[in-house]
């Protein structure tokens, strides 16, 4: 990206700041260990969306288990989530957990300090990014990462477009893995 | 110390402005305001109902200083940071709503006293002596003539050209101080709306005073297509009334065809129950591709600006009637009927013509010439699958769609024969025709849609416009004491998530029994879904504003009786004098009225002023998922803000602990999470037990049902004593509240926010 | 065939508003002008001066649908194509310029008719009887009182109203509409300015009818900061003249300095010329961060947005005395004065202060206070060259600076003890702060920017207001024949490419003859160079409106004199009648008074609709290169373009071949090359043989000049017979002429663009 | 860049279409030398600036003579070209040659056409990339390119922003000799 924003700043074209689009799943397992007290962001679409017959949110749970994430579930995640036998440490709406996390002193989901690392997956893509800018504008002591298959330029980290579920699966499943591997 | 100050020619000319000498109330504090007259208060929500900022872009380009990089705490060259220059794009998107509706009211109401004269009386008829309930909230005027309307709609403007004064590089540099300037222009719009609506009621003798309206039919398969068919887009009735009236005097209203798409549709059938609705603004591409109309009729607002080329395209003639959109068309307007429609016709020009009786003359004989010549078929399911063989299942219509789903799966799905995924689709699609456009095989997906599209018809009850003082009378004392659990108003713009959302949501409520009003597109859509027994929602519940009516007020414009309805319940209900007396109101349908918009598909600056407007008065609004593209929605954080209020029976401050309303604006991702939001949203610190045992018991209902089970997380924050526990969860709640250490408290006998920020307003003034 | 219509109440209420019945001169064709009426107009201008759009983002972000990317012929999902988007947004930039001034005018006019009552007489002195060219042109009204110029801006509030709902989502279609639009805000805009100046003249009784107003001390070294230091900010006279009342009633004008930044300073200098004038826009960070300003007054329109924080840390009081710009500060109106000054002396508070008078005591008091408290110390050289030398020529400071040079490299000569190049830098240097802002190792650059900044002082002569009467009667033949080779006016903000660039321009046409007017910072910045013998553009040239004359007619509201000087050479020198008669008056100017705008650091939104107007009446402008970030240019293609004009005289269409003026808004990217365009587009058709060679004398010999020698490739163009060509280029231009084939052509009688396109106005029309 | 652009258009943070950079001269070279009818366009700064004491006005003059392409000076370039004894092709300045190639239709400078390929070189750079906006937009049957050393994203092709003179001093000569080796 900054290669390309031009030498004099007001000729940019639109947007300064972005994403670094990160397509190894190892790197991304860094970033999440790394992370003191990292976020996972549910959204309504892992109830949608599936690979190969299994839900999203199903992968959205191995991840969070692997690395010990707490979750919100957003919109109404919830229920699937009750189906499941999962109790989310945190019920917000995806613009409400974005307004707590824009506080520096806000006491994050299980109440030991904000989060450093929010991870979104499975927001509607416009809500998500627009969520993200929030962050990315009002909230610089944290960092964004998300894991659908689309580039969010307003976040910190992000996949680029998958052109195919399988690359997508199979990022999934490595991040899973290395995620185990890291504990 | 406040120092006692003469009267100023200019408070002595806006005392003549709204008649200050006749005593029907006495005037309040703020007859007219300007800037800073409401300021405190709007500070006052800012300070609970903070703004969140989702920039859309990390530049400003407003200026040529720039482009500036406004990221990382970084100012434009004029010193202005990011927040700001959020609220600055707002408040132009509220200026360009309200300008919208005020030029929208000051033609009207030029049209109408060119009819009638400016002495035409104001008479909503039996039912409502409170005719105008913002005009006299805001301004302290009580308009009785339409002439009084002119002056009203020239504080307007006034305000409207001081206010986006403001958005001038290098002025204003606070973001709070700009969101005050856009709740400004935000309740002016709603006194713009008013305005137009009360003119358009008045000058064409819609009807008023009245529940029971007709019923009109609906959707694209209920416009005859064997007739000449005349299409009418856009927001102003001048043109489309003139147009049935011509029909009328010269007997042709049997041989031509009359519909509408957004809110002309509404208005033209509150003039006349014949003509047809074909949808809301999301309809529109779709439907003028279909080339049924052999005339369009443009005035202003929510019109395609690419309809002379598509119309050209589907053969259609077109007439632009208003000077807001001339689209570059040559202005005929002092032509000869005859030649204009001889060039429409031989040469397919297309003209703007301004002038209503002459558009109206010039578009029946036009269509009626044209009609003939146009083949009017509609695809079949053979076709569609040969046209969708074309398509390679690219991702490109997906990429560019703002609703963001693959059309290309549907389309794929028809060239195998299989017709559900894309009669799904139909009610995602928001009718942008970028698909089509981006799409590398040309594959013609709107046609195609033809066969998804349900040529099914509905009904849709015509818009009565304002709710009478006699129901306001009869749900005034359950509203404000919670029997009746709130008043949801659905409206705005159709870039819904999904088109069958609204319905949902209105039969949820209604059954719940909860008042129902709607307008606009919302309105439209509400009624485009039928039940088991094939009953839309306007057949199946009450016209009355009452626990469990479904009211349809009307177009955008009479959005100004919703919020218009809760100033009423002040007024009427509550005894509170409302003349020029802004803050009081506002402060008592925050606190006491259950109220909350629901604007699910919001798209434009009017409904970015609209849902403003209402804010300022104290109504939250919800929004559909897509609206955090308007940059700014005012949330509060429920368990670290101040929900301190006055009671203004003790004169005490009292920490009440509750977050009612939580928000005043929000975005829900979910029709589910809507579901939840809605009846929470409705909850008021003035609630009794009994009422507010009535609203939680909505609220742990519909949480179980759409939720997945288990209690609100937030229960406890709205449960004050055991009396406010619904029964049939008593149990739960109760085993719940022990687990986490709930403390029992008082309820405030009379909540206020005056008395605790610096206002004008004595406590006393709460107190009816 | 137009059709015979009856008068219609709007046009009788108009009729009544203009005060039709008082025959100063027939009502012309479009009295108060509403966006149609003056279309056609438009229409024919835009034929030739195309509209030239340079977007400046691939999208669109107005509305929910998008953003929209609008590449590669793509629609947004409105409709909406690129060039209707660059359109909309010129469109809002005129209209946020227009309705500043029409704000600024709205709001002196309510506090001159509160002091003097709206019976208030206007007068302009004993030479200027034609008092109010642009309002009498725009609307038909001769404005007698302070009453009648609220008639005239209410109207205009109006009329913004229906534009800015114009660029709702989702109306207009058409670019050329947009534009038309756009000319009729920037229309408006001269009139909301002309009503601001004629109020404050009549108010405040500045000089007027006099060319020789006093010379005014300017410069921030001519501040003396030994007393305490009141700085005022911004455009709006009402606080700044009467705090100059209150030291005079107070006895305290001797012991307190009155300075301003931007237009208020002017104003404020038209009202006492003892008040000091820092400099335009881009030296307000500068001097704000020097300390020397005790209190700071702000207003309105050009303000930094930061200038709260800023005033902070320089240790300055401020107050923020009008609402289009409160800053989130508490509103204190309302307060005890000593309890304001005591919060602001004590605390360190800001407030908003509403009330003229009570800004002004609290100003005065707090500044009396604050001074002996306050060190002003300017910094040394040494002390310069030890910060500087923390800076590691990194090239941030270049990368987001708005002038595109790089400060680093003076900063690192300073570092070396040399500020030559630091010196020269300072005068490219905006003060726009954004270098000190990304400066990785905090170099305080403004500090060191202290010892580039010269603290010479210069003298400008104090505005004047509008030009006699009795000027024009002696300019009017000799400009309309050409023998006084042009009008130019330089004017608008101070985004300048190099400030002396103007001071040079001014210079060398006023030595050539030509008449020069400016305005705004423009004014300032001409008289901040001095030649060899040390007297700036002031006091080597005259002050008339005449041959070589340098005439300052003020602030940014005196813009609306200099086109309404060219209204008046029409109306004047040639007899045109001007009531409601817009396009004739247009017309001649266009065709027949060699007239040309120099916007050469052209900034703002009031930049956009400022220059708008001109175009709309005929009158060509320049701006600086950055200029281009407007978006929008109105070029011609001299080649290919159609250069027929109506002969009036003969009735019949010439093809004269002639592109004069040649663009109407146009770029030049050195001002070299704008030394060589600004006599080029004073060029008309209607200049005699003898005005043309003394028009083409100066092309040639600036092309000379500043072009390395040669003849103008388009001289050709220019001239019509042998008589044209100026004396001393004989030889070469004949010999030049030869060898390209050139024909001579009969030149035009009457010229006019009347008669060749649809318009309502007969030929006749523009026959004096 | 099209990695950078996130799926769903909407969300997009950057415009949508921004130029290629180019560092190799090489590629320069080919790109100009299969264009059938260049133009060069001569802004100012070329006076201004030095490269090791040679204005770049001499570069230009240089790749104009080393590819035979047309020059249009604009500006008052034109003074120091006739000092050079270079009489340019053509005098207009930036927004009106810009006008001019707008037009499909426009004969060109040489009166053989519009011209296929426009080098931008030694305008203002803001004015530069406001110009080729234009062009981007409005003239899709050419393609620009840019010789400052800047990155100009509404170009076709663009220099990177060269952080040292030497690096783009290094890509003149080379692209003088690769043009000079293509004749
Ligand atoms: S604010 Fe909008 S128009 Fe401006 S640069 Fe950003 S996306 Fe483009
Ligand atoms: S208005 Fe301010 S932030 Fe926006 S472009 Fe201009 S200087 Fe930059
Ligand atoms: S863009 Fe066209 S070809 Fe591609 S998936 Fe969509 S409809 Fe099919
Ligand atoms: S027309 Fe419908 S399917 Fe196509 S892009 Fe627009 S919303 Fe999506
Ligand atoms: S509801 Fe929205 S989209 Fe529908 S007509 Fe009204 S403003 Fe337009
Ligand atoms: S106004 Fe039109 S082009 Fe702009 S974002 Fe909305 S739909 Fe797209
Ligand atoms: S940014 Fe600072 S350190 Fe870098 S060159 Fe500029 S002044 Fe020097
Ligand atoms: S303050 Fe001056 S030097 Fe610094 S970035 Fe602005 S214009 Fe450039």
Redesign the pocket.
Known sequence: MSALIPFHRVNVLTGIKSARLIEDASEYADLIQKAKRPLLVLGPRLLEWALDGKLLIEYALEIAKAANIPICATAHVKGKLTELGVKPDSVYDAVEIVNALKDPDWKGVKRAGNHDLVIFFGIRSDLGEQSLSVLKHFAPHLKTMTLCKFYYPHANYSLPNFRKDEQWKAFLENLIDNLKKGE | MAEVKAITRKEEEVRQLIKAEIPWEPVGPTPMPEIPDLRSWDMRLLKTYKPWYAPFCDL????T????D?TENRR???G?DIAT?QARIILLACLMGCSAHAGHAGHILEFLIERHGPDKKIDMGTFIELEAPNIRTVTGLKPETLGDLKAVIEYVYKEITHLLDSTH??QEGSYLDYESKALHASMLDHVGMEVADIAQIVGFNYPTSVAETPMIEMGWGAVDKSKPVILLVGHNPATSCTLIDYLRDNDLYDKVEVCGICCTALETTRYSDRAKIVGPLSRQLFFVRTGIADVILTDEQCIRTDIPIEASKAGSALIATLDKAMYGLEDATDWDTEEIVKQMVEDKKHFAILDPEKAAEVAAKVAIKIAPQKRKEWITEEEATELAKKCTNCDMCERVCPNLFSIGDGITEVAKGNFDLIKEQFNLCIGCGKCEEECPKQVPIFKIMQVAASKETWKIRAGRGPIMDTEIRNVGAPLTLGTIPGVIAFVGCSNYPDIEDVADMVDEFARRKYIIVLSGCAAMVAGMKKDADGKTVYEKYSPDFDAGGVVNVGSCVANSHISGAGIKIANIFASLPLRANYEVIADYILNRVGACGVAWGAMSQKAASIGTGCNRLGIPVILGPHSSKYRRLYLSRKEEDDWRVMDARKREIVDTGEPSPEHLAYVCETKEKAMVTIPKLCIRKNDTPQGRSIKLNHYISLYKKYMGGGLPEDLHLFVRRSADIPLVYKKEVMAHLKEIDWQPKEPVGLPTLIGTYPTKVPIDAVIH
Chains 1, 4 share one sequence.
Do not use: F, I
Not at chain 2, 60 to 63: D, K
Not at chain 2, 65 to 68: E, I, L, N, P, S
């Open positions: 400003c380009c407003l200026c200083y720039g482009k500036c406004l434009g060259a004029c202005l220059q590089m290098g």
